[in-house]
């Protein structure tokens, strides 16, 4: 059996022409922190075995984190944690009903950028 379409839809793959709305880049990007807050994990865990293996260790892993790559690092990392929290704190009052409206979602999208540009600020201020 055949089923005749009216009118062809259109099909547009070109992923640089799409133009996302406001909450789907929020939730694609709150979906990237957490697999860098998880590979980040052994990299702080490390750090840390490395500086509680002996007092040379501590000096050790002090060195490393006194380089301005591995403070810039370090920034990303708490900055893409606090992103991951406070949106997932958004998706958990969206679980809960509210802010399921259009303006509403768009509208805590941008707040959940502003709570996480303000924290993205400490977090630099407490790694330099």
Known sequence: M?????KPRPVNLDLQTIRFPL????SIVHRVSG???FVSISILLWLLNMS????????????????????????GILTA????????VRH?????GYFEEMETGIASAKISFAITAVLSV???GLVW
């Open 2 to 6: 055949t089923v005749k379409v009216k």
């Open 23 to 26: 909450t789907a880049i929020a």
């Open 35 to 37: 697999v860098i807050t």
């Open 52 to 75: 509680l293996s002996s007092p040379e260790g501590f000096a050790s892993a002090a060195d490393i984190v006194d380089s301005f790559f591995v403070k810039f690092v370090l920034w």
């Open 81 to 88: 944690l606090f992103y991951h929290i406070v949106v997932g």
């Open 92 to 96: 958990l009052m969206m679980d809960m």
């Open 122 to 124: 400490f977090a630099g």
